[in-house]
């Protein structure tokens, strides 16, 4: 690869590079985590008394517990220069007219209101702690679709709530999750009735603005039988050389017959740490999917998971790292087959370049009892330079004989004919290199609406030709 | 104006092992070659060398094209100057599907405003032409919709090239070895192929090791090639001389 | 004196009265011992349990007087005379008889203790500088500290060996614990065969448990070739710890075999550094689990010459509530360039309650090399079986067949049609017995 051509192939995160004064907020905590600014939090949000509890306790599991010693670099992280909660504003709007401008305009640059009016059935917006915009199209709303703030969520929907709340990922499921238990804010709640079908996608967008913050959002999803949800979320922050600290938790209940997509366009700057627990229960019949690109942050450790409790339940995750100079993909998944002929499908798809790294990382469970699962598993990295580094990490327990289990997994680098070829049909080198790894990433990219895979396409390769999607 | 591909005094190294040791050959639009030799005689790296393979080192000598030495361009450059390699054995490209592939390499040659690669040809353009040389090739509009050579047959590979080469409508294009592997079906298919695409605006030089693609496709010229060197040139007889003979008879005639 | 301890150490050391050199060797490795935790991988934290394993009791020092062979195994034992053997039964050394060539073309085959008296020179160097390090690994360092038997071999340049050398060590006695430390040096351009066997006498149904630990450390010179294999069939009264590891010179050549058949617990810790440019390992594992067994099985390819090559085969069968675990690893560093490497870890499960994880992992750091792993769990399919019966088989003979097909996939990448031959010969009779 000449040197031209390498510079060509780097990613542009500039797009996404751009930063608005925090003067203005309603509330910023002091830096660092206590039992106080958790407290704080919670009174600010008015929250009922066993959401403080439930926080403090998970608090204290967070102390407790050691930080992994597994994965990616997190002796960095210092947990007492972080900001735990900014509150933009006091506004959580259903029209874009009512954000505040300079907020506005930050979506507006991110495309968000173009792409509400095209092809989504609601969109939620999240601006450092909190959610600023949040909408759902009228006739979804009218059939019990709820599509809200997870903070709404919680008032105006107690009961249902506090059902779910906690019970896929618990605060002391470990360490970042306890974290994010301790100080969540944000995030959306989804509730689909029975039998509803929401045709276009749901989009949340995550936007981190300041320096060293932390975001913590917590979403849940609960699609009920015969319903189904695709949801998006995408997340972007400009580049500090500041850590921020980005801490998820995904819940989602997929009941009887249940369909559900889960896609995430992860391209935070390359400060800040995502260390995100994503899980889903599925019951019988049902359909869960993640689909997943990690593509920036300083370091990601995430494995989206599936239990697949019921009988007949299927799960696919399918995901794609991209690892340029600097930053470290932590990324897999995790499929627990706790019922009979159930099925899992994972595909991982890993591209590693100037000096970055990938790792998969993943689990495939099968319990005693659970007869008749098939489950493959495949992982792909491709190199684009010999100083990049990919890792492949699959655990396989199977406990019941009657499981049929494939794992494959290949390493590799663009080969010199493949370039060659291309370029004889009259690509240049980079055109060459960049439809070689769009090619690699299709399994991904295919699973995406029009618009994100021509994104996704941009995100990944600038000099890409019109023709290719 | 008529292009004329020029070979001249030819040395080219593979890896530090020198293969070819002084070729000298010209094509021109309009006119069929076919370049035969054993095994190992350099064929092969005569055409990735006119292309331009990055493994193939030109020692001494010339590559021209209309009086232009391109023998330091890169392999895209000279595709856009309207040269085409059919591989011997096609590169598969995993998850590129055939008709976006066709659709940049097309874009990147006949790119009106000459800023290749970005969309220059209206996708209707494209799609029209497409259609078209499916058609005139018999080729099934379902195969464009696959990726790019994976899983192909052999025979489905050369097809593939065959079609790429009605698309660049190249003025000069170098078929290596287009023959192997096919049954003798698949072989008459990319002939006829070939065949259709050839006229007065194509220069063909067909690389082979068996006489039989001749018996489909009728050279008006004929080389051998031995020990990295052309050794013989003659009119399409040559070709029959050799089917009778064998390669050992040029051995003693060199 | 029934378990181990630091004083276990001393007495060791009084009774074979060793060297200072030796005796601050041993003592430093039980330090190390105490202090170092079972699992030192993050990796593998979760997938390893030593439950089942009791040292309490265990008689570890050497016995003065010499046990008698059991009459039951002597056909596995007989000797060839053209073979050179090692004999140990129980934890005292019945014998080493070298074949003749030995002698003539100056290879020393003898007891690790004897080496140690006789070829100080030789073996002291391999001493102060393991191919492993006690730190690295507890079961390590419990061997080194307290070690008294195995093999010494060493290869000058330039010389091939045409008869296997073996070791054999039978276990005749309960609750005996046998610690074993074999080094191997291959000189440039060397070639040998160097068989490990294991065997019990006919205890099965006692409960009183043995231990086996075993460290095998392999220098390979320039060019080299080792074959060697590790065949044990002891009876499920055994806890068998294993740690080999291969130091690979530029271009040598080493093949592995290991089938371990029987045991309680087995625990095996298998390596190749492809230091030198060209060096070439293949491991081919073939595990056959019945009763309650259990395999916890590591392989590590470790690539850090430039075109290395290298491969895991692992291949296990599991029956009744047996359990396997293979844990198996390609590491290409920086230097690797050009490295070809892949590993594959393949299980057949016979019974509901058989389990068997796998964790074929990667971690790669540079770009220009072919590596590739696959992993498999599967049961027989009912559908090969219903094709066999209507081939006239009866059920169980297609079973069987199947079985012995997949073994086939493994053993088919054993290099000595010898060494095949009395592997596919051991699964067949442990198939056999049903046990």
Not at chain 2, 140 to 158: A, I, Q, V
Not at chain 3, 316 to 328: A, E, H
Not at chain 3, 339 to 352: A, D, I, M, R, V
Request: glycine share 8%; net charge negative.
């Amino acid at each position: 690869m000449t040197t031209e051509t390498k510079e060509l192939l780097n990613f542009d995160y500039s797009k996404y590079d751009f930063k608005d004064s925090t003067d203005n907020y309603t509330y910023k905590s002091e830096k660092g985590l206590s039992s106080q600014v958790v407290q704080d939090i919670s009174r600010m949000k008015n929250e009922p008394e066993w959401m403080t509890r439930f926080r403090l306790k998970a608090l204290e599991h967070f102390d407790s517990r050691p930080m992994p010693n597994w994965g990616g670099d997190l002796s960095e992280i210092d947990f007492n220069n972080i900001y735990y909660y900014m509150k933009p504003t006091d506004r959580n709007s259903q029209s874009w007219e009512d954000v505040p401008e300079s907020i506005r305009k930050t979506f507006d640059r991110l495309g968000i209101p173009e792409a509400e009016q095209k092809f989504l059935s609601g969109v939620g917006a999240q601006y450092e702690s909190e959610v600023v915009y949040h909408s759902l199209l009228k006739d979804l709303e009218d059939k019990g679709v709820v599509f809200l703030d997870t903070d709404s969520g919680l008032r105006k929907y107690p009961d249902i709530f506090k059902k779910y709340f906690g019970t896929v990922i618990p605060p002391n499921d470990n360490k970042f999750a306890a974290l994010n238990s301790a100080v969540w804010s944000g995030g959306s709640f989804v509730y689909v009735p029975p039998g509803v079908h929401v045709e276009m996608p749901l989009q949340a967008y995550f936007r981190i603005n300041a320096a060293n913050m932390g975001q913590f959002e917590r979403t849940l999803i609960i699609v009920d039988e015969g319903a189904s949800v695709h949801y998006i979320e995408g997340c972007t922050a400009p580049v500090y050389s500041k850590q921020s600290i980005h801490s998820a938790v995904v819940e989602i209940i997929a009941k009887k017959s249940a369909k559900v997509r889960y896609t995430t366009i992860q391209n935070w700057s390359k400060d800040v740490y995502n260390l995100v627990t994503k899980r889903a229960y599925a019951y019988e019949d049902a359909a869960v999917e993640w689909i997943d690109a990690n593509i920036g942050s300083k370091l990601t450790m995430k494995y989206p998971s599936v239990y697949l409790l019921g009988p007949r339940s299927r799960a696919e995750v399918i995901s794609v790292a991209y690892a340029g100079r600097g930053r470290h993909q932590d990324a897999g998944a995790k499929a627990v087959h706790m019922a009979p002929h159930t099925y899992s499908r994972i595909t991982s798809k890993s591209v590693s370049k100037d000096g970055g790294r990938t790792s998969y990382r993943g689990l495939l469970h099968v319990a005693k009892g659970a007869h008749h699962v098939t489950s493959h598993v495949r992982c792909d990295a491709l190199l684009l330079d010999e100083e990049s580094r990919t890792d492949t990490y699959p655990y396989v327990e199977i406990n019941d004989d009657t499981a049929t289990i494939s794992h494959e997994a290949t390493v590799g680098k663009i080969g010199e004919d493949q370039i060659f070829y291309l370029m004889s049909r009259g690509l240049s080198e980079v055109e060459a290199y960049n439809m070689i790894v769009m090619g690699f990433i299709e399994p991904f990219t295919k699973e995406l609406p029009m618009t994100y895979a021509v994104e996704m396409n941009r995100l990944m390769a600038l000099e890409m030709s019109g023709g290719v999607g | 104006m008529v292009y004329e591909l020029e070979v001249k005094d030819l040395h080219v190294s593979v890896d530090g092992k020198q293969i070819l040791k002084g070729v000298n050959f010209k094509v021109k639009q309009g006119e069929i070659h076919a370049i035969m030799g054993p095994n190992g005689s350099g064929k092969s790296t005569l055409a990735y060398t006119i292309m331009g393979h990055p493994r193939y080192k030109i020692n001494n000598g010339e590559i021209i094209l209309n009086g232009e030495s391109i023998g330091g361009l890169t392999a895209d450059k000279r595709a856009r100057k309207g040269l085409f390699l059919a591989f011997q054995y096609p590169v598969t490209v995993s998850g590129v599907n055939l008709t976006s592939f066709l659709r940049s390499s097309y874009d990147s040659i006949h790119s009106p405003n000459g800023t290749p690669g970005k969309g220059g040809v209206p996708f209707i353009q494209f799609k029209r032409t497409l259609d078209q040389k499916l058609n005139l090739l018999q080729i099934d509009p379902s195969f464009t919709s696959r990726y790019l050579n994976e899983g192909f047959s052999g025979g489905e590979k050369k097809k593939c090239e065959i079609l790429q080469m009605a698309m660049l409508e190249p003025r000069i294009a170098v078929l290596d070895e287009t023959d192997t592997g096919l049954d003798i079906d698949a072989l008459k298919v990319v002939a006829e192929g070939v065949n259709k695409l050839a006229g007065p605006d194509l220069g063909v030089a067909i690389i082979t090791h068996y006489q039989r693609i001749l018996r489909y496709i009728s050279p008006q010229f004929v080389h051998v090639m031995f020990e990295g060197k052309i050794v013989h040139s003659g009119g399409k007889e040559l070709a029959d001389q050799l089917e009778e003979k064998g390669y050992g008879w040029i051995k003693g005639g060199a | 004196m029934a378990g181990v301890s630091r004083e276990t150490v001393k007495e060791l050391i009084k009774l074979r009265s060793e060297p200072d050199w030796l005796a601050e060797i041993r003592l430093k490795a039980w330090e190390t011992f105490e202090k170092t935790p079972l699992e030192q991988s993050s990796m593998y934290v979760r997938h390893t349990d030593l439950r089942s394993v009791d040292l309490k009791t265990l008689e570890a020092l050497p016995s003065p007087r010499s046990s008698n062979l059991p009459a039951e195994l002597e056909t596995y034992i007989k000797e060839s005379s053209e073979s050179s053997l090692h004999l140990q039964v129980d934890s005292s050394l019945a014998k080493v008889s070298p074949a003749a060539e030995l002698a003539r073309k100056k290879v020393i085959f003898t007891d690790i203790s004897t080496a140690i008296k006789q070829h100080r020179d030789l073996i002291e160097p391999y001493f102060r500088n393991r191919a492993i390090k006690a730190e690295e690994d507890k079961l390590v360092a419990l061997n080194t500290a307290l070690f008294a038997n195995g093999v010494f071999l060493y290869v000058p340049n330039d010389v091939h060996l045409e008869a296997p050398t073996r070791s054999v060590k039978v276990l005749n006695k309960l609750g005996v614990g046998m610690f074993n430390l074999s080094i191997i040096v291959m000189g440039n351009g060397s070639k040998a065969t160097f068989v490990e066997e294991g065997y019990s006498g006919d205890h099965q149904t006692n409960k009183i448990q043995s231990l086996q630990s075993n460290v095998l450390e392999i220098h390979l010179g320039e060019g080299a070739e080792l074959n060697t294999a590790d065949i044990q069939s002891f009876s499920n009264n055994v806890v068998i710890f294993t740690n080999r590891r291969a130091l690979s010179g530029r271009d040598s050549n080493l093949n592995w075999v290991a089938c371990p058949l029987g045991g309680q617990f087995t625990r095996a810790n298998t390596s190749a550094i492809l230091d030198g440019p060209g060096a070439n390992a293949q491991q081919v594992e073939v595990v056959f689990g019945s009763g309650e067994q259990q395999f916890d099985l590591a392989s590590t390819l470790s690539h850090i010459g430039q075109h290395t090559t290298g491969d895991i085969y692992s291949t296990g069968v599991f029956k009744d509530k047996s359990k396997g675990m293979f844990k198996g690893m390609i590491k290409i560093g920086k230097t690797g360039i050009g490295s070809n490497s892949f590993l594959s870890e393949h299980s057949l499960l016979l019974n509901p309650q058989a389990r068997a994880d796998a964790i074929p992992a990667l971690e790669i750091e540079t770009n220009d090399v072919k590596c590739s792993h696959s992993a498999s769990v599967a049961q027989i399919d009912e559908e090969q079986i219903f094709y066999l019966m209507t081939r006239g088989l009866d059920e169980q003979t297609a079973r069987s067949v199947i079985v012995k097909g997949f073994f086939e996939s493994a053993l088919r990448k054993v290099q000595l049609p010898d060494l095949k031959e009395r592997v596919a010969g051991f699964l067949d009779e442990k198939w056999e017995r049903g046990r």
